[in-house]
């Protein structure tokens, strides 16, 4: 059989020969694949979430891509968490732009007690928006997930960064058993999980893959796909940024490893997409965060709802 059927099949197909089939196929074989199987398992519904950069810089963890890490000199607009108040209007303003998800995320290993209160506050008041409640807010233990389930969070959503044969040329603050017993918390309490990565930090190809196939392992309901958006003053700093068609690839490769999961194409989608981001759909995502980033401008909500609904989907 053609390894396109064979992929449509279900087959294993050899690590070795899926990498090749992602790096070289010409763009439509690939493409028709990955937008098949978004097709078959997730249908034309496109997800989308925004986030509040809830509380900003002074991080103690060292991650190199980061322009939060107060491990490096980068201009960064520090403040501590935001009121409550201040989170609800920016939660009112995505769900008015056509988010049906809002994340608060905070910066730093994870927020203290009287900080995590707050953020649960916040997660009733985005609830009773009618929006879908997540958040990202580092290392957490199983009760102080639980304490936030009860305030009606939906997902949390924790990274693996990147592969485990990687991780530590991109962080040593922590590791990534850490980042496992957080998501294991995440699954033990009954939240929904969200975890992906981001590319472009000098991972191979098989290290990609690696990460997918310990995504499927643990089985998050959506992964994010961040690609690096070089940050001056990080040790990251001055790498090139991915090639657009090598970035969708990336996409294809996770659709394929992962396909009846939420694949949601967030941070960098505007830096290194650029004139290609229509394709991400074709590539087999079936998610995006819209508008601002953490740190970085993101693409303006309602250019995303024209580019969605021009191509007969629905969101």
Request: glycine fraction near 8%; hydrophobic fraction near 40%.
């Amino acid at each position: 059989m053609d390894i396109i059927e064979n992929i449509l099949s279900g087959v294993s197909i050899p690590e070795e020969e899926l990498i090749e089939f992602v790096k070289t196929a010409p763009l439509h074989r690939l493409f028709f694949v990955a937008s098949e199987l978004r097709a078959r398992y997730r249908g034309s519904y496109i997800d989308l979430c925004s986030i509040v950069n809830a509380k900003s810089g002074r991080c103690a963890e060292d991650c190199k891509y980061c322009a939060q890490s107060a491990h490096y000199k980068t201009g960064v607009e520090s403040y501590g968490l935001l009121d409550v108040e201040r989170i609800l209007e920016r939660a009112s303003e995505a769900k008015a732009q056509g988010a049906r998800r809002f994340c608060i995320v905070t910066s730093g290993k994870k927020p203290s007690e009287k900080e995590l209160r707050r953020i649960a506050l916040a997660i009733e008041g985005v609830r009773d928006l009618g929006l879908l409640p997540c958040s990202t807010l580092g290392l957490l233990e199983r009760d102080e997930l639980a304490l936030l389930k009860e305030a009606g969070l939906y997902r949390y959503h924790h990274n693996l960064e990147t592969a485990r044969s990687f991780f530590s040329e991109v962080c040593s603050t922590h590791s990534y058993e850490d980042k496992l017993r957080t998501i294991q918390s995440v699954k033990d309490v009954g939240l929904s999980l969200c975890s992906g990565g981001i590319f472009g930090l000098g991972e191979s190809w098989s290290q990609r893959l690696e990460m997918a196939l310990e995504l499927k392992r643990i089985s998050p309901d959506s992964v994010p796909v961040n690609f690096l958006i070089p940050i001056k003053g990080t040790p990251l700093g001055e790498r090139p940024r991915l090639d657009p068609v090598e970035a969708l690839r990336i996409i294809s490769l996770l659709r394929i490893v992962l396909p009846d999961k939420e694949i949601r194409v967030c941070g960098g989608r505007l830096q290194v997409l650029g004139e290609f981001n229509s394709m991400v759909f074709l590539a087999g995502a079936d998610g995006l965060l819209t508008g601002n980033y953490l740190t970085q401008k993101g693409r303006n909500a309602a250019d995303d709802l024209q580019m969605i609904r021009s191509q007969g989907l629905s969101c």
